[in-house]
């Protein structure tokens, strides 16, 4: 069987297959590469002369749902929500589960105090203030070979 190559670097016949695999049928929502881009939050950052600002827009999760942590100097952002519906009439029963997850991975810059990072959640925001520590800047010093 010869298989089909790319002609002149445009339009190949392999394309109509690979759209066929990722997006799957509608009927099950569409393609299952877009749920995953939609599944990791927007994130906002700011900076003012006290510290910093990230803002992670996550709707539909409890305070309960969230994780975070500093670790040599990263930050990681990580929630966990699962749903469980049922329905049942006459002549069906319909039962959904849904799980929603994602993590978020930050490098805090030198002068984030860590121990003095904080958290709040509302309407659907989580923010996180991490305040600046004073940090002294390096001296430059340039070293002679001998």
């Known amino acids: 069987m010869n298989m089909p190559t790319i002609t002149n670097g445009k339009q190949s016949i392999f394309k109509p297959l690979l759209n066929d695999f990722f997006d799957i049928d509608p009927f099950f929502g569409g393609s299952w590469l877009k749920k995953m881009e939609a599944q990791v939050p927007a994130v906002n950052i700011a900076e003012n002369e006290k510290d910093y600002l990230i803002e992670v827009v996550a709707p539909g999760f409890k305070k309960e749902d ?70 002294e800047k390096k001296m430059y010093k340039e070293i002679s070979v001998s």
């Open 66 to 135: 969230f994780k975070i942590k500093v670790m040599d100097a990263v930050l990681t952002i990580s929630a966990e929500m699962d749903n469980e519906s049922k329905e049942e009439e006459k002549d069906y029963t319909r039962r959904e589960y849904s799980f929603n997850s994602f993590t978020r991975s930050f490098s805090l810059p030198d002068n984030v105090k860590d121990d003095e990072i904080a958290a709040m959640y509302s309407d659907g925001i989580l923010k996180l203030i991490m305040p600046k520590s004073m940090v």
